[in-house]
């Protein structure tokens, strides 16, 4: 069975950069034919794709997050990175990382890490 | 941008009775639709892809349909574990960037 667990601080100052990992357990990243995604959700609100990542490092990004995100993949520990630079409060949200094939449907998900944007 | 927008935003139905949500997008797109459940606490759970395909171990009763920029996802009897709140979600053509409509949330009625 896949499974994706996200991990990282709950907590992150403004104008920080919120980082995350995805480590992913059951399946090789490196295997191919899946792309590796991040969503979020924030308070009240529905669900946003925040961008995604090929094993060889290919990524596509939300136009409205481009500027400040940067995914990053490593086949060896079998992980997946998400990078959002300045963050606001804005960016409190329940951050999930899946997977994904056909470069959308997200059949495998973590259960969702919860990071607050406050001083 | 294609911009999806799902109605009701509610539906107050009762356990066995049909529900029938609708994802309406601001574009035609082709085949990539997907609709997600989702519950409090817990990650969404894939129910349709490529419009009208279950995804593993979901039942029977649920069902997904249309073309060109309406789409719909049918539960046909309602169970007590589907009341919940269901996404629609497309990815362009290319570029391959995704969105999801604003949710439907089906509660009891």
């Known amino acids: 069975q896949v499974q994706l667990q996200e991990s990282g601080p709950g907590l992150v100052k403004p104008s920080q950069t919120l980082s995350l990992t995805c480590t992913v357990s059951g399946a090789s990243i490196g295997d191919g034919g899946y792309y590796y995604t991040w969503i979020r959700q924030r308070p009240g609100k529905g669900l946003e794709w925040i961008g995604y990542i090929y094993y060889s490092g290919n990524t596509y990004y939300n136009p409205s997050l481009k500027s400040r995100v940067s995914i990053s993949v490593d086949t060896s520990k079998n992980q997946f990175f998400l990078e959002l630079t300045s963050v606001t409060a804005t960016d409190t949200a329940l951050y999930y990382c899946?997977?994904?094939?056909?470069?959308?449907?997200?059949?495998?998900w973590g259960r969702g890490t919860l990071v607050t944007v406050s001083s | 941008e294609i911009v999806l927008t799902q109605s009701p935003a509610t539906l107050s139905l009762s356990p066995g009775e049909r529900a029938t949500l609708s994802c309406r997008a601001s574009q035609s797109v082709a085949s990539y639709i997907a609709w997600y459940q989702h519950k409090p606490g817990q990650a969404p759970r894939l129910l349709i892809y490529d419009i009208s395909y279950r995804a593993t171990g979901i039942p029977a009763r649920f069902s997904g349909s249309g073309s060109g920029t309406d789409f719909t996802l049918t539960i046909s009897s309602l169970e007590p574990e589907d009341f919940a709140v269901y996404y629609c979600q497309q990815r362009s053509n290319w570029p391959p960037e995704l969105t999801f409509g604003g949710g439907t949330k089906v509660e009891i009625k």
């Open positions: 899946a997977r994904s094939f056909n470069y959308f449907a997200s059949d495998f």
